[in-house]
Protein backbone atom coordinates (compact mmCIF):
# COMPACT_ATOMS: atom_id res chain seq x y z
CA UNK A 1 0.00 0.00 0.00
CA UNK A 2 2.97 2.66 0.85
CA UNK A 3 4.61 4.03 -2.44
CA UNK A 4 7.08 6.16 -2.98
CA UNK A 5 8.04 8.76 -5.65
CA UNK A 6 10.47 10.65 -6.51
CA UNK A 7 11.54 13.47 -8.76
CA UNK A 8 13.09 17.05 -9.69
CA UNK A 9 16.46 15.12 -11.38
CA UNK A 10 18.10 16.52 -13.54
CA UNK A 11 20.55 17.65 -16.08
CA UNK A 12 22.73 20.65 -13.84
CA UNK A 13 25.91 22.42 -13.96
CA UNK A 14 28.66 21.79 -11.81
CA UNK A 15 27.78 24.52 -8.81
CA UNK A 16 24.26 24.03 -9.56
CA UNK A 17 21.71 23.09 -7.14
CA UNK A 18 18.42 20.99 -7.75
CA UNK A 19 15.70 19.76 -5.27
CA UNK A 20 14.34 16.33 -5.15
CA UNK A 21 11.16 15.35 -3.69
CA UNK A 22 9.51 12.53 -2.63
CA UNK A 23 6.10 11.87 -2.21
CA UNK A 24 4.45 9.17 0.11
CA UNK A 25 0.82 7.59 -0.36
CA UNK A 26 -0.22 5.26 1.47
CA UNK A 27 -1.50 4.80 4.96
CA UNK A 28 1.40 4.98 7.28
CA UNK A 29 0.75 4.49 11.55
CA UNK A 30 4.60 5.35 12.70
CA UNK A 31 7.39 6.72 10.25
CA UNK A 32 10.65 6.43 12.01
CA UNK A 33 12.79 7.96 9.68
CA UNK A 34 13.27 8.57 5.99
CA UNK A 35 16.11 9.33 3.96
CA UNK A 36 18.33 9.75 0.42
CA UNK A 37 20.49 7.10 -1.02
CA UNK A 38 21.64 7.68 -4.23
CA UNK A 39 24.47 4.40 -6.28
CA UNK A 40 26.35 5.64 -9.08
CA UNK A 41 27.62 2.79 -12.08
CA UNK A 42 29.85 0.32 -10.24
CA UNK A 43 28.89 1.16 -6.92
CA UNK A 44 27.22 0.48 -3.61
CA UNK A 45 23.99 2.33 -2.56
CA UNK A 46 24.59 4.64 -0.14
CA UNK A 47 23.13 6.86 2.78
CA UNK A 48 23.73 10.63 1.78
CA UNK A 49 20.84 11.71 4.12
CA UNK A 50 17.95 10.92 6.51
CA UNK A 51 15.80 12.50 8.61
CA UNK A 52 14.10 10.98 11.87
CA UNK A 53 10.36 10.96 13.36
CA UNK A 54 11.31 14.01 16.17
CA UNK A 55 12.98 15.66 12.70
CA UNK A 56 17.16 14.72 13.52
CA UNK A 57 19.14 15.00 10.74
CA UNK A 58 22.01 13.08 9.47
CA UNK A 59 24.17 13.39 6.23
CA UNK A 60 27.19 11.53 4.47
CA UNK A 61 30.68 13.32 4.90
CA UNK A 62 30.57 14.06 1.28
CA UNK A 63 27.49 16.31 0.91
CA UNK A 64 27.88 17.93 4.53
CA UNK A 65 27.13 21.65 3.73
CA UNK A 66 26.09 20.95 0.71
CA UNK A 67 22.77 19.16 0.98
CA UNK A 68 19.99 19.23 2.99
CA UNK A 69 16.98 16.98 3.93
CA UNK A 70 13.77 18.40 5.01
CA UNK A 71 10.16 17.53 5.04
CA UNK A 72 6.43 18.63 5.24
CA UNK A 73 4.04 16.28 6.75
CA UNK A 74 1.06 18.17 5.77
CA UNK A 75 2.06 17.24 1.95
CA UNK A 76 3.55 13.49 3.26
CA UNK A 77 6.44 14.69 1.20
CA UNK A 78 10.62 14.94 2.00
CA UNK A 79 13.24 16.84 0.06
CA UNK A 80 16.63 16.69 -0.37
CA UNK A 81 18.09 20.32 -1.44
CA UNK A 82 21.18 19.86 -3.49
CA UNK A 83 23.23 22.98 -3.32
CA UNK A 84 27.11 23.01 -4.84
CA UNK A 85 26.50 20.28 -7.16
CA UNK A 86 29.65 18.24 -8.19
CA UNK A 87 29.92 15.77 -10.91
CA UNK A 88 30.63 12.73 -8.78
CA UNK A 89 27.35 13.59 -7.35
CA UNK A 90 26.08 11.91 -10.34
CA UNK A 91 23.77 8.96 -9.42
CA UNK A 92 20.45 7.82 -9.67
CA UNK A 93 18.51 8.44 -5.84
CA UNK A 94 16.30 7.03 -4.19
CA UNK A 95 13.85 7.58 -1.53
CA UNK A 96 13.59 5.89 1.23
CA UNK A 97 11.03 5.27 4.44
CA UNK A 98 11.51 3.33 7.24
CA UNK A 99 8.06 1.82 8.70
CA UNK A 100 7.90 1.07 12.17
CA UNK A 101 4.89 -1.79 12.79
CA UNK A 102 2.93 -2.45 15.58
CA UNK A 103 5.54 -5.59 16.70
CA UNK A 104 8.12 -3.42 16.99
CA UNK A 105 9.47 -4.44 13.97
CA UNK A 106 10.55 -2.15 10.67
CA UNK A 107 9.40 -2.12 7.06
CA UNK A 108 11.24 -0.58 4.64
CA UNK A 109 10.36 0.85 1.47
CA UNK A 110 11.97 2.47 -1.63
CA UNK A 111 10.99 4.36 -4.35
CA UNK A 112 12.10 3.71 -7.91
CA UNK A 113 15.00 6.72 -8.29
CA UNK A 114 15.50 9.89 -10.28
CA UNK A 115 18.87 10.19 -11.82
CA UNK A 116 21.04 13.38 -11.09
CA UNK A 117 23.73 13.89 -13.61
CA UNK A 118 26.12 17.24 -12.90
CA UNK A 119 28.08 18.15 -16.00
CA UNK A 120 29.15 21.13 -17.71
Known amino acids: QVQLVESGGGLVQPGGSLRLSCVVS????????MGWYRQAPGKERELVAS???????SYSDSVKGRFAISRDNAKNTVYLQMNSLKPDDTAVYYC??????????????WGQGTQVTVSS
Open 26 to 33: GTIWSIRA
Open 51 to 57: ITSDGST
Open 96 to 109: NLVRRLLSGQSRTY
